[in-house]
């Protein structure tokens, strides 16, 4: 529930008499608020390790594939090999990604950037 | 099996040629309603921002499924199994690149195009002048690639075998593609991608569910009867056939695999896409409509290679004319005849039209706003001043697709394709990831990096095996476009250049950046991640 509320005593509350003009100054003010450190570290959290592990999967698929062919070939059932179906969970892990990081922005991310882009077009910063 | 001579024309040119042209009015009436609607610049580069999630999704989806890919893929898979299937993977993956670090904070920050971004967070004209000389680059590669496949199609499906008769057919593409850019603007391209990304994913679904039909919808069947068919046996059905030959052609897929799934986040006329929607969520939303089509696709083609080498044969795919990219119109005229050929034709060549225009409507957007509006003229001018430009440049590219269309006909579609996405990964990915995330990054960085990238990427090809050197096909790597053996400056072994191109367009960035005697502008950087991150200051949509 925290996080929905508005973080008055932080570096937002003390910024309210800028002129939205001076948007210059606006912007790094809204860059040293609670709020944005919060969106900016939890987008991080997400993005930098799951970027890590798909090129990481990706890669291994590919060594694999082209360093130990013999490795691929092994029957799973009838003609089906290990090499089918590792290329068919890169297409598995692709899917739940995207939908894993479309679900996990709209609840964890949207509320918070909703808030601080309506203070910052309001002029609180 | 129909009796069907190789080298010959497949169906009736008469019927395939009566849905194209259905297709061809249809789009036609599309982009000509969609003019009445343009009349700002926002309007004719982004579609009036005010396209949903899931239309753009799919708009993205028929501007990335290629011919090559619809085609080629299918084709590659056709003629050596396996590894044709590492290639589409390669494409799916580097959408997540995308959608995790492009797709938001481009929506966010720029404008019209590529170059907005780095200039935002840069703020100078050289950077936006190296920005565009790279969009231009890459849509080049990507528009002959398009224009060679259309070729190879049309001497396969409309019985023209004459030079001159092809010559003829790639003009009135030409004409048509200039016809929907310079009308329908970006709003009429966006529905053009529609109807053609719709009626792509019908037709390779139906073929698919045709292909299982015939094996008793059971994949290891399918994989049974293509093996056993196929010349080389159980060795299509795992990798290795094309790339495993020698050592060299393993690193060259290595790096062939580096370029496809880095290069998807740097391709200029994906990025364009991503501002006709409202905001940086429907982007979001758009990215992820399209990770489904084109993953879904894919699969779709895993199943239509492996038919076609089962039901089609090497033999015959190898003898017909544009080779591997008849695999598919072949499979579909063994299945459902002439009237499923007409189809699948049709399908094609909506697709090389729409790809073209999607390639078109970019290149002169990235002339307009870029190189005339910001370079040339420095923000001096007013919006209908651009839009004429726009215009005027997609004639001028129209021209340039045909003629170097006509010129590139022999060339492998697969080839330039992933050239185009070595070329997007070198020199336009470092510097759209050091803009949005590196406080550091400087003019010269970005400079470096750029330029860096896009020298290297293009002169290693024009030193490589492609180029000069190889007198014969060997494995995956086919002839020299110089076949002369005493021509041979082929000092670069493998033919895709993203293994080296890209790391070094990384560390010029860098190393640009720690020598430039400007340090970074703080402030600049903090606006540029405020409205990357909050969406604030954005150009919204027409809805919201």
Redesign the interface.
């Known amino acids: 529930m925290a996080l929905f509320q508005p973080a008055r005593g932080t570096a937002g509350g003390t910024e309210v008499t800028q002129s939205a003009r001076s948007r210059a100054s606006g912007y790094e003010a809204v860059r040293a608020s609670r709020d944005f450190w919060t969106i900016h570290r939890r987008l991080g959290s997400f993005v930098v390790p799951a970027c890590v592990l798909l090129l990481g999967w990706y890669f291994l698929f590919v060594i694999i594939a082209v360093f130990a062919p013999g490795f691929m070939r092994i029957s799973v059932f009838g003609d089906v090999n290990i090499g089918l179906c590792f290329g068919a969970l890169q297409f598995v892990s692709t899917f739940a990604i995207a939908l894993g990081y479309r679900r996990w922005a709209h609840r964890r991310l949207d509320p918070l950037t909703d808030r601080l882009r309506q203070r910052l077009e309001g002029g609180r910063y | 099996m129909r009796p069907l001579a190789a080298a010959e024309t497949v169906g009736t040119p008469a019927l395939n040629f009566v849905i194209f042209a259905f297709f061809v009015l249809v789009t036609l009436v599309i982009a000509v309603s969609a003019a009445g609607k343009n009349k700002s610049t926002t309007d004719y580069y982004a579609g009036g921002r005010d396209f949903t999630g899931w239309q753009n999704g799919i708009a993205i989806g028929g501007d990335y499924l290629s011919a090559a890919s619809f085609l080629g893929i299918a084709g590659i898979i056709a003629l050596s199994g396996?590894d044709g299937?590492?290639y589409s993977?390669?494409f799916?993956?580097g959408?997540?690149?995308v959608?995790?670090?492009v797709s938001e904070p481009l929506r966010n920050t720029g404008r019209y195009t590529m170059a907005d971004v780095i200039d935002l967070r840069l703020r100078a004209v050289p950077v936006r002048a190296a920005a565009a000389i790279s969009t231009l680059t890459v849509s080049f590669f990507y528009l002959l690639a398009q224009m060679a496949g259309a070729g190879a199609l049309v001497s396969l499906l409309l019985g023209v075998s004459s030079t001159a008769g092809q010559d003829i057919v790639l003009a009135v593409v030409g004409l048509l593609m200039i016809f929907y850019v310079m009308v329908g603007g970006m709003r009429g391209t966006t529905w053009v991608q529609i109807v053609k990304a719709s009626i792509l994913a019908a037709g390779a679904a139906v073929t698919t569910l045709w292909v299982l039909s015939k094996s008793g919808f059971?994949?290891?069947?399918l994989?049974?009867h293509a093996?056993a068919a196929s010349p080389a046996g159980?060795a299509v059905?795992?990798?290795?056939l094309e790339?495993?030959v020698n050592i060299t052609s393993?690193f060259d897929?290595?790096s062939l695999?580096l370029s496809l799934?880095l290069g998807t986040a740097g391709l200029p006329h994906v990025l364009m896409r991503l501002y006709t929607v409202p905001n940086a969520?429907e982007a979001?939303?758009s990215?992820?409509w399209t990770?489904?089509l084109v993953?879904l696709f894919?699969?779709c083609t895993l199943v239509l290679g492996y038919g076609a080498m089962w039901l089609v044969g090497g033999k015959q795919i190898l003898a017909a004319p544009g080779g591997g990219d008849s695999a598919v119109p072949l499979l579909a005229y063994h299945l459902g005849g002439t009237i499923l050929l007409g189809i699948v034709a049709a399908v094609a060549f909506a697709t090389i039209l729409a790809v073209v225009a999607g390639l078109t409507i970019t290149a002169s957007a990235c002339f307009a706003h870029d190189v005339y509006a910001g370079v040339i003229r420095r923000g001096d001018t007013d919006p209908s001043d651009e839009v004429r430009v726009a215009r005027i440049t997609a004639v001028v590219i129209g021209i340039v697709a045909v003629v170097g269309g006509i010129a590139a006909k022999g060339i492998d579609v697969a080839f330039l394709v992933s050239l185009a996405f070595a070329v997007a990964a070198s020199a336009n990915l470092p510097s759209i990831l050091y803009s949005l995330f590196w406080p550091r990054f400087t003019q010269r960085g970005a400079l470096w990096s750029i330029y860096g990238g896009l020298i290297s990427s293009v002169g290693l090809i024009v030193f490589s095996p492609i180029v000069s050197g190889q007198a014969t096909t060997v494995g995956a790597i086919g002839a020299s476009l110089i076949t002369n053996p005493h021509i041979n400056f082929a000092f670069f072994p493998l033919n895709n250049p993203g293994l080296v191109s890209i790391p070094l367009a990384f560390f010029l960035g860098w190393l640009g950046t720690v020598t430039d005697p400007h340090p970074a502008d703080?402030?600049r950087f903090?606006?540029m991640?405020?409205?990357a991150?909050?969406?604030?200051?954005a150009e919204r949509g027409g809805r919201s």
Do not use: C, E, M, N
């Not at chain 2, 991150?533 to 200051?537: M, N, R």
């Open positions: 396996y299937f590492l993977i390669g799916l993956v959408w997540l690149l959608l995790l670090l059971s994949l290891s069947v994989l049974h093996a159980s059905l795992g990798p290795g790339y495993g393993k897929f290595i695999a799934v969520r979001r939303r990215v992820v990770i489904w993953g894919y699969l703080a402030v903090a606006r991640q405020v409205r991150l909050t969406g604030v200051g």
